[in-house]
């Protein structure tokens, strides 16, 4: 059976740090890129990090450079967003999406909410 388990959200202060994992079963994680996206109440959901498969490279949307890392570990079968500097904007449900030739597959999300 197919899973994308993300864990670590929360609710933190503005300025504090988060770091989401996504845990895959039932595939060859190593064989597939990872992206992770989040939604904001009332706004679509958007792309914010992305990994490929052996994590030789990684891209970031402008609003999180330099402050979010994206990683993974592939013996372990799960991914990484460390969170730091985190802003009341970047509240939003995340998920973790896991893509390549074939079917991709999607976490359930976790909640992040950045507020004093």
């Known amino acids: 059976q197919v899973q994308l388990v993300e864990s670590g959200g929360g609710l933190v202060q503005p300025g504090g740090s988060l770091r989401l994992s996504c845990e895959a079963s039932?595939?060859?994680?190593?064989?597939?890129?990872v992206s992770w996206y989040r939604q904001a109440p009332g706004k679509e959901r958007e792309l914010v990090a992305r990994?490929?498969?052996?994590?030789?490279?990684?891209n970031y949307i402008d609003s999180v450079k330099g402050r979010f890392t994206i990683s993974r570990d592939n013996a372990k079968n799960t991914a990484y967003l460390q969170m730091n500097s985190l802003k009341p904007e970047d509240t939003a449900v995340y998920y973790c999406?896991?893509?390549?030739?074939?079917?991709?597959?999607w976490g359930q999300g976790t909640q992040v909410t950045v507020s004093s």
């Open positions: 999406k896991a893509w390549g030739w074939g079917p991709s597959y």
């Open positions: 039932g595939f060859t994680f190593s064989n597939y890129a």
């Open positions: 990994i490929t498969s052996l994590g030789s490279s990684t």
